[in-house]
């Protein structure tokens, strides 16, 4: 966000904002991005997530507020603001969050992070068909589990595996292309010293066509290569990424722009692009962006036609305008 994906999130964005004078949100607002800027009026204040989806020539986003999945459909015209349309609104959901989605084309389907935003005590994995809306599956992670859990993110891998964040549990769930719980992914590396740096843990998360993850954890800023190709148990599988040129703290959804560059939004306070030249043993920061809309704060970061757009989690006004902001490194 910094994504406050946890429990007390409603409260968190709620200090954040409250504590800012009305009049300096009123020039925020004003003081338009100098970057390009979709704006659209929603059903709800909170939109987690936004992805481009370009077989569709639409924006996907999920409803973090009340749960569902919706469309935004850009004009021809730049200086239009366009309208949210619900796709979906699950009822074997209803309370529930939904958060972090990915586009799934190679099999028609979007996988959607679901999780019970205040008691952290359901999350689960819900895939739709493209086409129709129709539900392929619902896979419960947590549901029967006493231990607190947060589904934050997701990602896809080339045999359509789904691995899911745990950003309570510090903990990924890896979930087959039939919708079954096979396994998760387990590490000490996954709970740094510090009770305050694991808040908020295993955050956005994104697959290379390598062979393995990316992930970030989001209070204390370590970023996490995942191979999956790797023999053994988890501990032969995770190494913490040795980044140079700037903190991640706060970093919050991923976006892979190519193999070695990644887009993380949310830290510092818009969005960093990060690199790398040696597969993820070691990166490096190369690139800041702010939007300078900090009361929106940023959540996650999409590609739409090569260029990067931001979104916002909180919309303003009567009509709950949200935007998404183009990033430029």
Not at 35 to 62: M, P
Not at 141 to 159: I, P, Y
Not at 189 to 199: D, H, I, Q, R
Request: include cysteine; hydrophobic fraction near 45%.
């Amino acid at each position: 966000m910094p994504s406050f994906c946890s429990a007390r999130v409603s409260v968190a964005l709620f200090l954040v904002i409250s504590a800012v004078p009305i009049a300096y949100l009123i020039v925020l607002e004003r003081a338009a991005p100098s970057t390009h800027v979709f704006s659209y009026h929603s059903s709800g204040f909170f939109r987690e997530c936004a992805k481009w989806d370009n077989v569709g020539r639409r924006f996907l986003v999920s409803f973090m507020d009340g749960g569902g999945i919706g469309e935004v459909v850009p004009r021809d015209s730049d200086n239009d603001v366009l309208d949210e349309v619900t796709l979906v609104k699950d009822i074997d959901l209803a309370g529930n969050a939904s958060l972090g989605i990915v586009i799934d084309h190679d099999r028609n389907r979007v996988l959607v992070a679901v999780a019970d935003l205040f008691g952290n005590l359901y999350s689960a994995l819900a895939s739709y068909e493209l086409s129709t809306w129709r539900r392929i599956f619902l896979a419960e992670l947590s549901g029967h589990s006493k231990e607190n859990s947060f589904a934050d993110d997701v990602a896809v891998d080339a045999q359509g595996n789904a691995y899911v964040t745990d950003a309570k549990g510090s903990k990924i769930w890896k979930v087959d292309v039939n919708g079954e719980l096979v396994s998760t992914i387990e590490s000490p590396l996954f709970t740094p010293p510090g009770w305050y740096n694991n808040l908020v843990s295993l955050n956005g998360i994104v697959y290379h066509p390598d062979g393995f993850l990316i992930v970030i954890h989001t209070f204390s800023g370590l970023l996490y290569k995942i191979d999956l190709t790797a023999d053994g148990d988890d501990s032969n599988k995770v190494t913490v990424i040795e980044v140079t040129g700037g903190t991640l703290r706060f970093g919050d959804g991923l976006e892979l722009l190519s193999p070695t560059k990644i887009v993380i939004a949310g830290c510092s306070p818009s969005a960093k692009l990060v690199e790398s030249s040696d597969g993820w043993r070691t990166a490096s920061v190369t690139g800041w962006f702010n939007t300078g809309m900090v009361h929106r704060l940023v959540s996650s970061a999409t590609v739409k036609e090569g260029k990067v757009y931001l979104n916002h989690i909180v919309g303003f006004g009567s009509k709950k305008r949200h935007i998404l902001v183009e990033a430029m490194f």
